[in-house]
């Protein structure tokens, strides 16, 4: 069918003559006529009745009136359903996250959001770092919120830091060096319960002991999962070197406390990541700017 016809029918019908549809829709009497009539042969109709003076709409007019207000009302619908989408008003954000990020930063801002774009949805994906990034890339997610391990994935993704994560290290308030300055020789003595190897924060305490030309420590307890390893650290027994954002919530609560090395101030980049060299969606930049205000 030739909606252009339908259309311009519809507006002559609706104003009730082709003069006031003329200056309405900017195009000539002519013009709307000539389509208008080559609507009917097209669809061998007559649309409308001779008259004297304005129109008269015959039955089948009537009746394309009636289901064409329908059809431009769905019309208009979905061009103010497209227009929201590409202004971020409406939509769903999904979003990735290891577990530091989905579970303390990520929620705020998610609510932030979610508060100032009401008829937005929003779903949060905790991945490791590895299946974040192919979430990302495969469109499965449409940004992540990831440390600095992200960094050897940088020909495949752009980042944007966020903020900076000290990484501290921490024990029970009853461990010997609780709230406490010490040596890095001394701190490496002690057992340690840390994240699995290749994480991280494991990867920076190697990567400390090297440059102090200490041993790596005894890694006493070994855990998958971040809340797992600051819950063991609460036991009174060795020590942990993990994020302080994850850390300040148990210290916050008198289950952990810092303990203070020499010269070691080791921080940890959380970043924005979005696919390589496209347009950010305007939803993502909402999500941005929520995360920055």
């Known amino acids: 069918m030739n909606l252009h016809g339908l259309r311009l029918f519809y507006v002559v019908a ?3 003559s082709v003069t006031v549809a003329s200056e309405q829709l900017k195009i000539s009497q002519p013009a709307i006529t000539s389509q208008i009539k080559k609507f009917e042969r097209e669809n061998d109709i007559t649309l409308f009745l001779p008259q004297g003076r304005g129109i008269c709409l015959s039955e089948i007019g009537e009746q394309l009136v009636k289901e064409a207000d329908a059809v431009f009302k769905i019309e208009n619908r979905m061009e103010a359903l497209i227009d929201n989408y590409k202004k971020g008003k409406n939509g769903t954000l999904k979003i990735a996250g290891n577990y530091l990020s989905t579970n303390f930063l990520i929620p705020m801002w ?9 008829d937005i949805n929003v779903e949060i994906n905790t991945l490791n770092t590895e299946e974040a990034i192919d979430h ?5 997610v449409d940004v992540a919120v990831l440390g600095s391990g992200v960094m050897k994935y940088t020909d495949r993704i752009d980042t944007i830091k966020i903020m900076d ?18 040596s890095i020789n001394d701190i490496m003595l002690e057992p340690f319960i840390m994240r699995e190897k290749g994480s991280y924060a494991r990867v920076l305490l190697e990567s400390l002991c090297h440059i102090s030309s200490n041993k790596v420590p005894d890694i006493a307890l070994e855990f998958n999962g971040l809340h797992e390893t600051l819950m063991a650290s609460t036991s009174g027994y060795g020590v942990s070197f993990c994020s302080s954002i994850a ?3 148990f210290i916050d609560m008198g289950k952990l406390t810092r ?7 080791l921080k940890n980049e959380i970043v924005i990541c979005t696919r390589k060299n496209e347009k950010i969606s305007n939803l993502t930049e909402k999500f941005i700017s929520a995360i920055n205000s």
């Open 247 to 249: 850390a300040k919530e």
């Open 165 to 182: 994560d000290e990484l501290w290290f921490v024990a029970s308030p009853n461990h010997k060096y609780a709230n406490k300055k010490v």
């Open 136 to 140: 990302l890339i495969s469109y499965k």
């Open 259 to 265: 303990i203070y090395v020499d010269n070691v101030d």
């Open 110 to 118: 998610a609510a932030k959001l979610k508060k100032e774009n009401k």
């Open 14 to 16: 609706k104003a009730g």
